[in-house]
């Protein structure tokens, strides 16, 4: 059975962006840049907000705990797509959000992941 989405994603998402700061297998300014995106995302995200937007919270925090762990690169490539097919279904109804997330695509692909 799934478990529910939180009405509240952005904690998660801060939490997120401080473990991605100290994180050290990836290129600083790259940590950075993506920590950043999380802070954004977690103050664009409404608590109890629309169901597509938490879930593309959701989504963001399950690729980037698999950043953060290390998971191989094509782990995390399954990742990255099921979070593009998210933004995709999240546009019409979180366009800031779905922005937000697709700059964070972005960086990852620059990062060859």
């Not at 698999?66 to 099921?82: E, I, K, M, N, Y």
């Amino acid at each position: 059975m799934a478990q529910p989405l939180p009405t509240d994603p952005a904690p998660r998402l801060r939490q997120l962006a401080e473990l991605l700061r100290d994180a050290d297998h990836l290129p600083p300014e790259a940590l950075q840049t993506l920590a950043d995106l999380l802070e954004e995302l977690s103050t664009s995200v409404a608590p109890g907000g629309a169901t597509s937007e938490r879930h593309l919270a959701e989504s963001v925090a399950h690729l980037v705990e698999a950043l953060h762990q290390r998971h191989d690169t094509g782990f995390l490539a399954g990742a990255r797509r099921r979070l593009e097919e998210a933004a995709v279904k999240a546009e019409a109804e979180a366009p800031v959000a779905t922005g937000i997330v697709r700059r964070l695509i972005d960086t990852l692909a620059n990062l060859g992941i």
